[in-house]
């Protein structure tokens, strides 16, 4: 199958390195402390955020930082596929602790000892690119709830499909069996957070679809810092000052 046309334009019409259309809003849920709705397409994701509050277990408590935990499922009507999947597979397992992962490096735990920090991600809406997703929506989400982080931590995919590098992979190309490679980084900072690879790749096609990763989780975090800004020049306006 043909993922570039020989005019270079991809399957929905993109060119190689563009990305797809990102829409983000925080506090869409009342009761969180934090939340926050992340478009890439139509994968369409719902992060909410609890803390930091007491350790509801108290054998998980740590002294000397705060204690985050994350949870990611899936909404059953999110694929085409009807077939329900069970709460706690191993997919959704693997991908709590990505996501955990990632968010802990940029959390200033160490401000809030004795506590914990609960992320919860649904994806309502699934078309590739998931993981990214979740993770902008996470970033978004804490931001909200005002947790003091490092940096904001924005997250890209990019792949290699018919010898072209893609930004930005859609199920169809996610799904063609081409290498593909999620980014997370902190921008400020130009740490890397997260970095997941399927598939081999030679050295220097790697470097090429790495930087297209980056140059896409750039673009997020210029979006994301813009709805907080924004977001922020709202509430100014309505506490009138």
Known sequence: MEYVSPEGLRL????????RQIRGEIGVVDKADGSAVF??????????????REVQNRSQQM?????VRCEYTMANFSTGD???KPKGDRRSTEISLVIRQTMEACIMTHLMPRTQIDIFVQVLQADGGTRSACINAATLALSDAG????DLVTSCSAGYLNSTPLLD?????????GADV????????????LLQMDAKLPLDIFENVMQLAIEGCKAVATYIREVLLENTKQLEYRRGT
């Open 39 to 52: 478009e890439m397409g139509n994968t369409k994701v719902i992060a909410a955020v609890y803390g930091p």
């Open 147 to 150: 947790i003091p982080m490092r």
């Open 182 to 193: 999620t980014l997370g980084i902190m921008p400020k900072l130009d740490k890397v957070t």
């Open 82 to 84: 009807r077939m329900r």
């Open 169 to 177: 992979l859609n199920y169809v190309e996610d799904s063609a069996g």
């Open 12 to 19: 929905d019409g993109r060119r190689p390195m563009e990305m």
């Open 63 to 67: 002294n000397d930082r705060a204690l």
